[in-house]
T-cell receptor
Framework: ETGVTQSPTHLIKTRGQQVTLRCSSQ?????VSWYQQALGQGPQFIFQ???????GRGNFPPRFSGLQFPNYSSELNVNALELDDSALYLC??????????????FGQGTRLTVV | AQKITQTQPGMFVQEKEAVTLDCTYD???????LFWYKQPSSGEMIFLIY??????QNATEGRYSLNFQKARKSANLVISASQLGDSAMYFC?????????????FGKGTKLSVIP
């Protein structure tokens, strides 16, 4: 186990609703990244938080937003849900943002289904 | 252009045999890292092995080794003595030093099935 926990594990929402996903990072890790993994695809980077500030963003619209708290846990919020938002959402924590060899530890993911 | 290419959607290997999963990458950075992750059906991404662009030796971790050919921009994963528990999706990923947020860029994955 990596020590990264995500909640909930499964979620069903209706199109147009809003959802909040949560992630507790591994102890001591100050960087959290979120990824979206559609069925049959590799994970796609959504954004990263470092010391409570957004530190980079992938090609996702503004209705995807996030927060990082002083204890380095994080939330991913998605507004105005669309059917294509159905995916596995993965959270990854790492010790530092700054080096290519920084290993990322992933949680088990939240499987979101939008109907 | 895709940054990470995994050309094998699915692979089969006999138990106790070795298998190679292919990965090619594209970057103009001199400093980058290459990772392999295993994803069982439960969904969690499990780190297997890392290779840095400046590492002269191929990385090894137990039954996993990485065949790093920098000039060809390939980073193939070799799994020796396959076990039934190795059946899973395998993803190659890259982190580039030039990307300010140091995100991981993943390939589409290879589904490995180990046959008894």
């Amino acid at each position: 186990e990596t020590g990264v926990t995500q909640s909930p594990t499964h979620l069903i929402k209706t199109r147009g609703q809003q959802v909040t996903l949560r992630c507790s990072s591994q102890s001591g890790h100050n960087t959290v990244s979120w990824y979206q993994q559609a069925l049959g695809q590799g994970p796609q980077f959504i954004f990263q938080y470092y010391r409570e500030e957004e530190n980079g963003r992938g090609n996702f619209p503004p209705r995807f937003s996030g927060l990082q708290f002083p204890n380095y846990s994080s939330e991913l919020n998605v507004n105005a849900l669309e059917l294509d938002d159905s995916a596995l959402y993965l959270c990854a924590s790492s010790l530092a943002r700054g080096h290519p060899n920084t290993e990322a530890f992933f949680g088990q993911g939240t499987r979101l289904t939008v109907v | 252009a895709q940054k990470i290419t995994q050309t094998q959607p699915g692979m089969f290997v006999q138990e106790k045999e070795a298998v190679t999963l292919d990965c090619t990458y594209d970057t103009s950075d001199q400093s980058y890292g290459l990772f392999w992750y295993k994803q069982p059906s439960s969904g969690e991404m499990i780190f297997l092995i890392y290779q840095g662009s400046y590492d002269e030796q191929n990385a090894t971790e137990g039954r996993y080794s990485l065949n790093f050919q920098k000039a060809r921009k390939s980073a193939n994963l070799v799994i020796s003595a396959s076990q039934l528990g190795d059946s899973a999706m395998y993803f190659c990923a890259m982190r580039e030093a030039g990307a300010g947020s140091y995100q991981l860029t993943f390939g589409k994955g290879t589904k490995l099935s180990v046959i008894p």
